[in-house]
């Protein structure tokens, strides 16, 4: 079974502080994402990377950056947290570019932001 | 615009009867795929069930089927059975065409099923 792990469930920073989010998949897939999940919204993509060291930008990427240095890690910054920015965040791995490859998720990181 | 429409935000159900959630969607391309998801209180994202275009049959895993109407543009889930554990939030998503990168998925909002005794 794929495993991805996120490192914190719950996490609770202050107002301008940088964030880290780390996630780990351990079944050596080529793609990561990172979502933000708010109510109402659903899920919505921050950036994702399909290779070590290769990134894109999702549909929100303001305020947020990324870092893939090893296939199996692919870690999410806040480079200076705000409140708007406290919401459930999801890590996702998915194998290859193939159109039918699901994509699995961790358990998320509930971070608030105060 | 939005390129997933799931329109009910709630379902209730009755245990062991038949429970369909809506989802249409929006694309031009030829070639694209559609996935459902469960999410449950816990948080954690399940894989639930996957229908590609080009796909004749409509897709089933277990007490999940998808009605797969290209035309309509639509792919609703149907839980057959329904058990207390299906109560969970249920997102639709899309996959479009390949672009050479990874393929992102685009959620819907999801619907709330909330199964009763």
């Known amino acids: 079974d794929v495993k991805v792990t996120q490192s914190s469930r719950y996490l609770v920073k202050r107002t301008g502080e940088k964030v880290f989010l780390e996630c780990v998949q351990d079944m050596d897939h080529e793609n990561m994402f990172w979502y933000r999940q708010d109510p109402g919204l659903g899920l919505r993509l921050i950036y994702f990377?399909?290779?070590?060291?290769?990134?894109e930008k999702g549909d929100i990427p303001e305020g947020y950056s990324v870092s893939r240095e090893k296939k199996e890690r692919f870690s999410l910054i806040l480079e200076s947290a705000s409140t708007n920015q406290t919401s459930m965040y999801l890590c996702?791995?998915?194998?290859?570019?193939?159109?039918?490859?699901?994509?699995?998720f961790g358990d998320g990181t509930r971070l608030s932001i105060l | 615009a939005q390129k997933i429409t799931q329109t009910q935000p709630g379902m209730f159900v009755q245990e062991k009867e038949a429970v369909t959630l809506d989802c249409t969607y929006d694309?031009?391309?030829?070639?694209?795929?559609l996935f459902w998801y469960k999410q449950p209180s816990s948080g954690e994202m399940i894989f639930l069930i996957y229908q590609g275009s080009y796909d004749e049959q409509n897709a089933t895993e277990g007490r999940y089927s998808l009605n797969f109407q290209k035309a309509r543009k639509s792919a609703n889930l149907v839980i057959s059975a329904s058990q207390l554990g299906d109560s969970a939030m249920y997102f639709c998503?899309?996959?479009?065409?390949?672009?050479?990168?990874?393929?992102?998925?685009?959620f819907g909002t999801g619907t709330r099923l909330q199964v009763t005794l």
């Open positions: 694309t031009s391309d030829q070639s694209y795929g």
């Open positions: 990377s399909y290779d070590v060291k290769m990134k």
């Open positions: 996702a791995s998915s194998l290859s570019r193939r159109s039918n490859q699901p994509q699995h």
């Open positions: 998503a899309m996959r479009e065409a390949l672009t050479g990168t990874a393929s992102k998925l685009t």
